[in-house]
């Protein structure tokens, strides 16, 4: 068990659920786009780690599995780390073409004005049956048929990447997938979901006259990804802020999971996205914290419409009006990792394991349990290691800033004080 209650608090928020909430509407105006899919949203976030990560062919030593990444309840029982936990199970109960899975999911994991420890995702998958090709000559006839079905949009998408690639995206030919069937299931995945991006934006732009809240044009691109239940995957990302953000992560189901959930014969596509990174788009809401407030102030700006507006498409989207914004408090903390020498920060993508290794998550949650949603920002802004004695040190900058009003000084010094404190309690390290 690595799960504070700050987090086992949040379960009972299901935020997607709350009438009048931009993550609730998000979801709604999203599901608006997939007619004829299952919707289920009632999902129970604490699965096996079978659901989260074997059934989805996750291999013994991936990160992901790592406690320093995912709160386990017990050993095999974890919060959900993604909606993916529910792909098996669901292609084995749905008998429609697709379903689409919203549910708040779980994860040890940066702070920033993007991540969150809880936030909530929304699975999408669709598959075609090879022995229902219903007077196609192939599957793949049948899936270029239905691409021709999808809306058009006009805006260019940045898609650099050919579908197939030696090394990162090879075609998998284990599982039985022919390249034309890749190539049509891929055009009608990526097709649904810039479908549902230039809805997103179409909304936000009809609350304000411009694309985004900082009037940029829309830019959206496809990278190329790797995820073990997908091949080839990719990630879409949409300029905002000045960077590139990533909004879902998708491909072309692995074969074996369908295999293995009963349905050999379909094949299909799966995609994941952030629901709150898609709100922050559609609202302008500038900071991720925003969507936990309870402050009326926050909650009175949303509206769902009322079915009939939606049916024609008004969904009534108001821009977020910033009530006030209150002075940054940044505070650094240095310390000398425990250990003499050898002891590196492994992020979890980097390799090299140590023993009893130092995570960066690790400072992200004491930050969080100590000092909770007055933080807007942490991050490592120096780390050397002394060329004499081995002794590594780590610098952390924490930007105190609350979203509801101005922090005392005093305050924000005695939240570092106690983060400063547990850093020593819990990691073991000796502040410099
Ligand atoms: C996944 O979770 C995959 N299960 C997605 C997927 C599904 C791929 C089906 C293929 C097929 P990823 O870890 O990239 O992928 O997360 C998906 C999305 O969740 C991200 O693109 C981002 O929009 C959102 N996200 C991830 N971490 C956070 C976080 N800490 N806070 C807020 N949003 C997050
Ligand atoms: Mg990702």
């Known amino acids: 068990m690595n799960t504070p209650s700050t987090i086992t ?59 320093t990444d995912t709160y386990y309840l017990n050993k095999n ?4 780390t993604h909606t993916s936990a529910h792909q098996a199970d669901t292609f084995r109960a749905d008998t429609a073409p697709g379903y689409l899975i919203s549910a708040d999911v779980y994860r040890r994991d940066a702070v920033d004005r993007s991540h969150y420890p809880v936030f909530h995702q929304m699975e999408g998958a669709r598959t075609w049956d090879r022995n229902a090709l219903d007077g196609h000559s192939s599957l793949a006839s049948l899936v270029w048929s239905d691409v021709e079905k999808l809306p058009r949009h006009d805006i260019k998408v940045e898609d650099p990447n050919p579908t197939f690639h030696a090394e ?5 030919t284990q599982h039985g997938h022919a390249a034309d069937e890749v190539e049509a299931i ?13 809805e997103i934006f179409a909304q936000a732009k009809k609350a304000t006259g411009a694309a985004t809240a900082a009037d940029e044009p829309l830019r959206v691109r496809w990278v190329e990804a790797y995820f073990p239940f997908t091949s080839p995957s990719w990630e879409l990302e949409v300029f905002w802020q000045g960077d590139w953000l990533e909004v879902l992560g998708c491909g072309v189901v692995s074969q074996p ?4 959930a009963g349905v050999p014969t379909r094949l299909g596509w799966a995609f994941g996205l952030g629901l709150e990174r898609i ?6 809401i500038p900071d991720i914290r925003l969507f936990w407030s309870v402050d009326s102030r926050f909650l009175s700006q949303f509206q769902a419409p009322s079915d009939a507006a939606a049916a024609n498409g008004d969904w009534h989207i108001a821009r977020f009006a910033p009530f006030s914004k209150h002075p940054a408090a940044p505070r650094d903390v240095a310390f000398w990792l425990p250990g003499s ?12 394991r ?10 992200m949650e004491i930050v969080r349990q100590e000092a909770g949603d007055v933080v807007e920002d942490a991050r490592c802004i120096d780390a050397f290691t002394h060329p004499r004695s081995g002794r590594s040190s780590r610098c952390y900058r924490v930007v105190y800033r609350s979203l509801e009003r101005t922090l005392t000084s005093e305050e924000v010094n005695a939240l570092h004080e106690q983060i400063r404190a547990r850093l020593v309690e819990r990691l073991g390290v000796e502040l410099r």
Do not use: Y
């Not at 299901?14 to 998000?26: A, G, V, Y």
């Not at 999971?257 to 293995?260: D, G, K, P, R, V």
């Not at 709100?279 to 302008?284: C, D, E, I, T, V």
């Open 354 to 363: 140590v023993a009893a290794p130092f995570h960066d998550n690790d400072v």
């Open 168 to 172: 990162r995206n090879p075609l998998q």
């Open 341 to 352: 020498s050898g002891a590196t920060a492994s992020s979890s993508a980097a390799g090299g």
């Open 257 to 260: 999971i369908l295999n293995a």
């Open 279 to 284: 709100a922050m788009l559609l609202f302008g």
């Open 186 to 198: 891929a055009t009608h995945l990526k097709r649904s979901l810039e479908n549902v991006v230039v």
């Open 9 to 67: 608090d949040a379960v009972s928020r299901r935020l997607h659920l709350q009438s009048n909430h931009p993550i609730s509407i998000t979801r709604q105006l999203i599901e608006s786009r997939f007619p004829g899919f299952q919707f289920h949203n009632d999902l129970f976030p604490v699965v096996s780690v079978q659901q989260n990560f074997d059934s989805l062919g996750f291999p013994a030593d991936h990160p992901g599995r790592s406690r």
């Open 77 to 80: 029982t974890v919060l959900r």
